[in-house]
C-alpha cells in the first residue's frame, strides 16, 4: 500500500479538510499524543516502567487509564511490565506497553515468547543512544533490534516508524489493528525527539474495531479449554508451528508494507531515511533543489516489513542513494540488500544523541551526486560521518572511498 | 517560508513556557509549528532552552543549523547561541542580566531589553521571558499579537488556583507581554 501522506499536516487533503483541520489542532507532546492515541484507539490495560525520553507517556497513562476506569501499572521492572502484559494479551485484552532503549532489550524475552504463542500487544520504544544505558539523546541505533533482534527464535514483529507526532497517533491505530489481525506484538518506534517536541495535532482518533477472539482465554465454562503457550517438544508440530508463522510473516510482507515518496518523479537520486532523519532530509533536499540537484525522499513507514521491492524499482532509475541514520548505519544495509549494487548507495550518520543538521546531509549529497569531480565528503568533529562507495559497487566494495576510521 | 527562534536561559526564567505560548499563538494563526526543548542532562539544572520552528507548511528538519532569531537571558546562553544566529538575524538580549555585554558580531540586529524592569511593570517581574516574547512579535510578526494574548490566556495560572488568583497570573503575563510588544516596536522605530 503506497501511502500519499507527507510528513506531517496537512497535505493531500482538500482546502475545506485543511481549514477544519486547522480549527480542531492542538499542540500536543509526541509522549502525551501517542498515549492519548492509544486510549482513543481503545487500550484497555497498559504496563510500564519510568525511563527517559519516554517518562511523559507513562505519566500521561497513570492519569487517564486511571480516569477511564481501565488498568495502568507501574511495574517493578520491565520485565515485570512485558510479563504482565503479555498475561493480559492473553485474555484479549488491548495492551500496551512502552519504554526507551535499554529497557526494551530488557523486554527482548517476552516479545519472543508472544511471537511464538501469537499474543497481540503493541510495544512503543521512544530510542535513546545506546549501547548500554548510553544517554539520554534521540537516536536510531536501535533499528537491527527492532527488524532483526530482540529475542531468540525464527520470528518478526511488523516495526512502524512515525516522521511527525501525527502520524504517529495514526499510526498507533495501525499498530493495534495489525496486531490483532495477525496475533502478533508490534513496535511502533521513535526517537526521543519525536517523543519530546510538541506539534499541532488533529484531535480526530480512531479506533479499531473489536472483534471476538477464538484464542483468548476468557474462562472455559461451558466450552473446552483454550492454551496459550509458546512451548512444544515434539520436533514435528514446532516445526509445523513455524511454517504457520513463516506463512503469517509473507503475509504481512504482502499487505503491510508502507513507505512515502517525496519529490522522487523526476529524481537523480534519492535519500532513505525514517523518522526524524527524514525529516532532516526533507529541509537538506528543499536546499540541494535550490541548487539545481535533483534529489528526492524515499521513506520507509514499515521498516519491516522493509519496502524492498519498491526501493528496487526505484534504484533502477538513479544515480545514487543517500541513506541518512541517527545511528553508526543500520538500516543502510537493508538498503543495500534492496538495491543489490544497482547505483552507489551512500550513508551518513550521527551518534550518542546527535542529530544531522540539513546542510550536514546537503554537504553528504553534494559529495554523492559529485562523485565523479571528486566532492570530498564532510568531516564532521573529526571523524567522517559519510561513507561514500564507488559507484561499481558492490563488486569491487573493497574500493570505498572515505571510509570512516 | 520557515522561520526558527531560539529562547534559551536557565530553568525558572519561563523559556519553555514562553516557546510554547509562540507555538500555541501559530497554531491559531493557522501556521504549522514545532517545539522542541533541549532535555539533555542541562535539564537537570543548569541552562534550558527550547527551539520552536514556524512555517506555513509541514516542518522539515526539527534542528536548525542557523536560527533566524535567538533570545538570551544570560551569559552562557549569549555565549552558546550567538554564533548560531543567522547573519542579519535578531538576538533579543536580557540586559538585566546581562548588562552591556554584547555578541561581538556585526551582521546581527541586538535588541538590548531591561527585561526584569519592563516585567515589572507589567504586573510581575519573573516574566522576564514573556516579555522577550513581546519584543521579538513587535520585531518580527511572525504571528499576531492577539493569538499571542489568546495563547497566554489559555496558558498562564495554574489549573488548580482558584479563578480569583488565575486571573491575576493572566493579567501579569499579559502586562508583560505588552511591555514588551512596545519595547520592541519603540526599539524598532529608532
Known amino acids: 500500500m503506497k501511502t500519499e501522506r507527507e510528513i506531517g499536516v496537512g497535505d493531500g487533503r482538500t482546502e475545506a479538510e485543511l481549514e477544519a483541520g486547522r480549527r480542531s489542532r492542538v499542540l500536543m507532546k509526541g509522549n502525551e499524543a501517542i498515549a492519548e492515541a492509544a486510549i482513543q484507539a481503545g487500550c484497555d490495560a497498559y504496563f510500564g516502567y519510568p525511563i527517559t525520553p519516554q517518562a511523559e507517556l507513562l505519566e500521561w497513562m497513570a492519569r487517564r487509564m486511571l480516569e477511564l476506569g481501565r488498568v495502568f501499572v507501574q511495574a517493578e521492572s520491565e520485565l515485570g511490565a512485558i510479563n504482565m502484559a503479555l498475561g493480559a494479551a492473553a485474555t484479549g485484552a488491548r495492551v500496551m506497553v512502552s519504554s526507551s532503549s535499554p529497557g526494551i532489550s530488557l523486554m527482548a524475552e517476552a516479545m519472543s515468547y508472544m511471537a511464538g504463542s501469537g499474543t497481540p500487544m503493541v510495544l512503543v520504544n521512544i530510542m535513546r543512544a545506546g549501547p548500554g544505558l548510553g544517554g539520554i539523546g534521540p537516536s536510531q541505533s536501535d533499528y537491527f533490534q527492532a527488524t532483526k533482534g530482540h529475542g531468540h527464535g525464527d520470528y518478526r514483529v511488523p516495526v512502524l516508524a512515525p516522521a511527525s507526532i501525527g502520524e504517529a497517533m495514526e499510526l498507533l491505530a495501525s499498530s493495534f489493528e495489525m496486531a490483532e489481525r495477525y496475533r502478533t506484538p508490534v513496535m511502533l518506534v521513535a526517537d526521543g525527539i519525536l517523543g519530546q517536541a510538541m506539534e499541532p495535532v488533529d484531535l480526530r482518533f480512531r479506533t479499531p474495531e473489536r472483534h471476538a477472539f477464538d484464542w483468548a482465554l476468557t474462562g472455559a465454562a461451558g466450552r473446552p479449554a483454550r492454551i496459550i503457550k509458546s512451548i512444544d517438544l515434539d520436533p514435528e508440530v514446532l516445526e509445523k508451528r513455524n511454517l504457520d508463522l513463516q506463512h503469517k510473516y509473507r503475509e504481512i510482507a504482502r499487505h503491510e508494507v508502507r513507505w512515502e515518496a517525496w519529490q522522487l518523479d523526476d529524481a537523480e537520486f534519492a535519500i532513505v531515511a525514517y523518522g526524524t532523519a527524514a525529516r532532516v532530509a526533507r529541509t537538506a533536499i528543499t536546499r540541494a533543489r535550490e541548487r539545481g540537484i535533483k534529489v528526492g525522499l524515499f521513506r520507509p513507514i514499515t521498516l519491516w516489513p522493509f519496502p524492498e521491492r519498491e526501493l528496487a524499482r526505484l534504484s533502477r532509475r538513479l544515480g545514487g542513494i543517500l541513506t541518512v541514520e541517527l545511528s553508526s548505519g543500520q538500516m543502510v544495509e537493508d538498503v543495500r540488500l534492496a538495491v543489490e549494487g544497482r547505483c552507489p548507495v551512500a550513508f551518513h550518520g550521527r551518534m550518542g544523541g546527535l542529530v544531522p543538521t540539513p546542510d550536514e546531509v546537503l554537504g553528504a549529497l553534494k559529495a554523492l551526486s559529485g562523485h565523479h569531480a571528486h566532492t570530498p565528503p564532510p568531516r564532521v568533529r573529526g571523524y567522517e560521518a559519510t561513507e561514500l562507495f564507488e559507484p561499481d559497487y558492490p563488486a569491487h566494495s573493497g574500493a570505498r572511498r572515505g571510509g570512516r576510521r | ?190
Open chain 2, 1 to 190: 517560508m520557515e522561520h526558527s527562534v531560539v529562547f534559551s536561559g536557565f530553568g525558572g526564567q519561563g523559556l519553555l513556557f514562553t516557546g510554547q505560548a509562540l507555538a500555541r499563538a501559530a497554531i491559531k494563526d493557522g501556521l504549522e509549528v514545532f517545539w522542541i526543548p533541549s532535555y539533555g542532562p542541562e535539564m537537570r539544572g543548569g541552562t534550558a532552552s527550547c527551539t520552536v520552528i514556524v512555517g506555513d507548511s509541514p516542518i522539515g528538519s526539527p534542528v536548525v543549523d542557523r536560527f533566524d532569531a535567538a533570545v538570551v537571558m544570560n551569559l552562557p546562553s549569549l555565549r552558546k547561541f550567538a554564533p548560531r544566529v543567522a547573519g542579519d538575524g535578531l538576538l533579543v538580549m536580557n540586559a538585566s542580566l546581562l548588562g552591556d555585554e554584547t555578541s561581538g558580531r556585526s551582521d546581527v540586529r541586538e535588541l538590548h531589553l531591561a527585561c526584569t524592569a519592563l516585567a515589572a511593570q507589567g504586573g510581575d517581574d519573573k516574566l522576564v521571558s514573556v516579555v522577550a516574547l513581546g519584543a521579538l512579535v513587535a520585531r518580527l510578526g511572525w504571528v499576531t499579537p492577539e493569538s499571542v494574548r489568546a495563547a497566554l490566556r489559555e496558558m498562564a495560572g495554574h489549573k488548580r488556583l482558584a479563578n480569583e488568583d488565575r486571573w491575576r497570573v493572566v493579567e501579569a503575563d499579559l502586562g508583560a507581554f505588552a511591555a514588551g510588544l512596545d519595547a520592541g516596536a519603540i526599539d524598532a522605530a529608532t
